[in-house]
């Protein structure tokens, strides 16, 4: 059911259905055929079809797919069977935002310790969770297996923490710092960068 | 110079590039060659070159590229020779991370305004602009020219504000909501959502 042959731009395709499947879902909709799906996603119902191909045969041709059914093959395929657990470094305004955000508990992630180096932060709580000293971050990521950072500090320091998450055994980086990471081979880093989002629509605009 | 033919995927790499030379810029370089560039962004120097070749002859066999002479091309096919005006609507933790981010309006975009509708932030300031209530939205965007809008709502509200800001001439809206967006095909939708880019690592762990 899972090879990593699987092209990168289907696998990074495959929680966009999750999404859209669970807007359907509340929608009131217990069934979706692919053109329906390729209409809220932007795609072919081919281009669907063959992305869910990967995986086995989802869906009856003229039966469309079942969607409850379909979500729970996409969350075992994306490994979301379980609580991953993050930590997160940088308890600025982003830093802020996510430790206060309730959208990741609900989708598989939970944030288990934050981290910054300003006494202003350091002993305050934001969505219930205590920020420690960054000094601690070895101590602590060793005593509770995380595998996920999240990497909120100013540009300057981003390779550093990225380099210290990496010792730790940190093998997934969401990285919000407008900086290009260097990583080994062995770890993913994921960026979220408006401003790339931004000048790639101004290209379109004008 | 510049084409609709360039496929989506080659455009948003323009943003990435125009990244990794101000880093190398500041390094102290002058002058990269695909290879250094490919290892940096981990792309191979050919898929570089190629992308590249698409908005006409960059650099020289050999000599590599002239660092800030391509940064000014990739600045002008990107159409970020002005400052793009952005409105926000949404001033929650997201909004207001946004709202303090300085790295905008070094990047060609500023946000001109921001709305709420709770009285709990209306009237407040964040990184400088009163935030408006929402009920003047249309009236806000008429007097000044807005390509461009974020969108940082609850889910639930994300679709009715994308609607009103297609009808005030929104070209790109920028979203931070978790969910998928219907507009017209002229408007341009980027989607910001760490819980896709999360669970499309976890496909790689375990």
């Known amino acids: 059911m899972k090879s990593n042959d699987v092209p990168e731009i289907v696998v990074s395709r495959l929680p966009l259905y999750l999404q859209t499947l669970n807007q359907l879902l509340r929608d009131g909709k217990s069934v979706v ?3 329906e799906l ?3 996603l932007k795609m072919t119902p081919s281009q669907i079809r063959r992305d869910l191909s990967h995986f086995g045969g989802f869906g009856k041709q003229g039966t ?4 409850i059914s379909l979500m729970e093959s996409l969350r075992s395929i994306l490994n979301l069977n379980q609580i991953w657990k ?3 470094i940088g308890v600025g305004h982003v830093g802020q935002a996510l ?5 990741f508990s609900r989708k598989g992630f939970e944030i288990v310790a934050a981290f910054d180096e300003s006494p202003k932060v350091i002993g305050k709580k934001f969505g219930g969770l205590e920020v420690k000293s960054v000094d601690l971050l ?4 060793c005593q509770i297996p995380v595998d996920i950072g999240a990497i909120t500090v100013p540009a300057e320091n981003a390779q550093m923490v990225c380099d210290r998450l990496v010792k730790c055994g ?7 710092a407008p900086v290009a990471l ?3 081979e062995s770890v993913q880093v994921s960026n979220i960068d408006p401003v790339l989002k931004l000048q790639k629509m101004t290209y379109y605009l004008k």
Chains 1, 2 share one sequence.
């Open 99 to 103: 430790l206060n955000y309730d959208g």
């Open 38 to 40: 390729g209409d809220r």
């Open 86 to 88: 993050v930590v997160l």
């Open 138 to 141: 070895e101590t602590a990521i």
């Open 182 to 184: 260097e990583v080994p």
């Open 33 to 35: 055929s692919s053109s």
């Open 64 to 67: 469309g797919y079942d969607i």
């Open 170 to 176: 940190i093998r997934a980086i969401l990285n919000y």
